[in-house]
C-alpha cells in the first residue's frame, strides 16, 4: 500500500519570504499523480498544485512551485513571496494512475502560519 | 464556479443515535467520494461510487455506516448508531470521471457525537 509522510508538523514564515513544506512517499509503481491541497481554517480543500509522474518537469503555478524527486520519492512545496492568505493546513496526497477506482492517500499534513 | 454542496456544515448529536450527510457533485461530475478526516490528520477514503455504482467501500465500516447514490447525482452518507470515536470531519469530493486525476472537495460536514 502506498503511504505518504510529511514530517512537519507545522512551519512558520515571515510574509513575502519562501517557504518549502517537505512530503516524501512509499509505492512500487511507476506511472502516479502528487498533488498538494490547502484547507484554511473552516474553509474547504482546495486543489494548489499537481504533478504527474511521468513528467520531468516540476509543475509551477503562480507562486507555488514544487521540486519533485522520482527516485528518491520526494515532493516538495515552495511557496515564494508567502501572504497572509497561505496561512492553512497543506496536505500532501499520492494517486495511482493504473486502473480506474483509485484513491487519494493523504499525508498528516502541515500547519503553515504567516507572520506579518 | 461550480462547487461541491454539503449538508449540513455541523452536527452534533449523541451516541446510539443515526446520523446522516448530504453531498451534491459538481454537476456532471460521476465520481463521487466520502472521506472522513480526524482532527489533526489527513483525509481517508471511505466509499467511493461511479455514477450509482460502489467502486470502493472497503474502508466504511459497514455495520454502522452506510452510503448510497441511488441517481448516480447527489449522495447519502448514513452512520447508525453513532460512536464518539465517529467525532470527525466527513468531507465529500467529486471527479469528472474515474479516471480523473483531480478531485473537487466540498466544505465538509463536522460531527460531534457527545
Known amino acids: 500500500a502506498q503511504t505518504v509522510t510529511q514530517s512537519q508538523p507545522e512551519m512558520s514564515v515571515q510574509e513575502a519570504e519562501t517557504v518549502t513544506l517537505s512530503c516524501t512517499y512509499d509505492t512500487s509503481e511507476s506511472d502516479y499523480y502528487l498533488f498538494w491541497y490547502k484547507q484554511p481554517p473552516s474553509r474547504q480543500m482546495i486543489l494548489v498544485i499537481r504533478q504527474e509522474a511521468y513528467k520531468q518537469q516540476n509543475a509551477t503555478e503562480n507562486r507555488f512551485s514544487v521540486n519533485f524527486q522520482k527516485a528518491a520519492k520526494s515532493f516538495s512545496l515552495k511557496i515564494s513571496d508567502s501572504q497572509l492568505g497561505d496561512a492553512a493546513m497543506y496536505f500532501c496526497?499520492?494517486?495511482?494512475?493504473?486502473?480506474?477506482?483509485?484513491?487519494?492517500?493523504f499525508g498528516q499534513g502541515t500547519r503553515l502560519t504567516i507572520n506579518p | 464556479e461550480a462547487e461541491v454542496a454539503q449538508s449540513p456544515r455541523y452536527k452534533i448529536t449523541e451516541k446510539s443515535q443515526a446520523v446522516a450527510f448530504w453531498c451534491d457533485p459538481i454537476?456532471?461530475?460521476?465520481?463521487l467520494y466520502w472521506y472522513r478526516q480526524i482532527l489533526g490528520q489527513g483525509p481517508e477514503l471511505l466509499v467511493q461510487f461511479q455514477d450509482e455504482s460502489v467502486v470502493d467501500d472497503s474502508q466504511l465500516p459497514k455495520d454502522r455506516f452506510s452510503a448510497e447514490r441511488l441517481k448516480g447525482v447527489d449522495s447519502t452518507l448514513k452512520i447508525q448508531p453513532a460512536e464518539l470515536g465517529d467525532s470527525a470531519m466527513y468531507l465529500c469530493?467529486?471527479?469528472?470521471?474515474?479516471?480523473?486525476?483531480?478531485?473537487?472537495f466540498g466544505p465538509g460536514t463536522r460531527l460531534t457525537v457527545l
Open positions: 454537476s456532471g461530475h460521476a465520481t
Open positions: 469530493a467529486s471527479s469528472f470521471a474515474l479516471a480523473s486525476d483531480t478531485q473537487y
Open positions: 496526497a499520492y494517486r495511482s494512475a493504473m486502473g480506474g477506482a483509485q484513491k487519494l492517500v
